[in-house]
């Protein structure tokens, strides 16, 4: 199979799981809070990369990979995993499953532009236009009727915004690493650092007691478990396999389609109405993802 087929397949693959992923935590999100999802999903992927690691042969402490590449993963795992998961989730309480994954599309747009200043990557029309048609998904649904917006609709759309910065800014720090090393220790090492950083802002956070006990409590750990299995462990190996086989600007492109699974799991399970322009939005997504993709396929 042609690399760029399966760096497709795999990217594809990474959206639906992560779709799957995020209907579990938005329903964990209503007892456990994003802090506390956070936590979960990243101990369910550390355990899951943990006992796979020894089973395909690898080492959890590689000695082949340079200093300079250990602290690009770790502080994309910070960044990217912690600070940027965390942001996601507070905005996914905010907007809702469906409206957050269209706002959360400024990712490509973001991830393109940073790929071509800091990785060299090349700029085509069709990448151009690609990336339009998924900004412009982000207008439309963005100034829907004031009678189907959040609360907190703004407030939302800016968290939304700095969780995908960033995300970015984690994706650009670890490419160069994972062109070379085992993707399975590198999501290992990043979901631990992001895991780090929790530990290190858990004390300064007022509701300690509350998020402790929501974790302690059995019954969440059944959302908790599925989202992490699905949204963690296995969005991240397949996305981290698409990234390592495909420019990181068309992977920003592709992931957009995790919109479209989103707007429809978010009505199956999650009984979040589809508007007119969810469809549209969703339908320029794809068309994104087309025009993206078509110069290498």
């Known amino acids: 199979m042609n690399s760029h087929v399966a760096g497709v397949i795999l990217t594809l693959l990474s959206s639906v799981s992560w779709a799957a992923g995020v209907m579990f935590f938005r329903k964990s999100g209503q007892t456990v809070g994003a802090f506390g999802v956070n936590v979960a999903k990243n101990l369910v992927g550390i355990l899951l990369f943990s006992i796979t690691i020894p089973i395909v042969g690898h080492s959890f402490f590689p000695d ?13 795992g910070v960044v990217g995993v912690g600070m940027g998961d965390l942001f996601f989730l507070v905005a996914l309480n905010l907007l809702g499953a469906g409206l957050n994954s269209i706002v959360g ?12 200043l800091f990785l060299g990557e090349p700029l085509s029309l069709n990448l151009v236009l690609g990336t339009i048609l998924v900004v ?26 700095l969780g995908m910065v960033c995300t970015v800014a984690g994706i650009i720090l670890m490419k160069g690493p994972l062109m070379h090393h085992s993707i399975w220790w590198i999501n ?12 290190l802002y858990f004390p300064f956070r007022r509701d300690k007691a509350a998020i402790a006990g929501s974790l302690t409590k059995i019954s969440n ?10 949204g ?4 991240i190996l397949f996305w981290t396999g698409g ?39 969703g339908s320029m997504a794809c068309g994104g993802a087309f025009f993206a993709t078509s110069n290498i396929l």
Request: glycine share 4%; charged share 10%.
């Open 64 to 76: 082949s990979i340079p200093m300079r590449d250990i602290l690009l993963i770790v502080a994309s």
């Open 105 to 116: 599309s400024v990712y490509t747009p973001l991830l393109v532009i940073s790929a071509i």
């Open 136 to 161: 412009v998904a982000i207008l439309i649904i963005a100034t829907d009727s004031l009678e189907r917006r959040p609360r907190h609709l703004y407030l939302g759309i800016f968290t939304a915004v």
């Open 188 to 199: 290992w090492a990043r979901l631990l650092s992001g895991l780090l950083f929790f530990a």
């Open 221 to 230: 750990w059944k959302s908790l478990a599925l989202g992490g299995v699905m």
């Open 232 to 235: 963690t462990y296995l969005a």
């Open 243 to 281: 990234l390592s086989l495909l420019p990181a600007s068309v992977v920003g492109v592709l992931n957009q389609l995790t919109m479209v699974a989103i707007i429809v799991f978010a009505r199956l399970f999650l009984k979040e109405p589809i508007t007119l322009r969810k469809v549209i939005a």
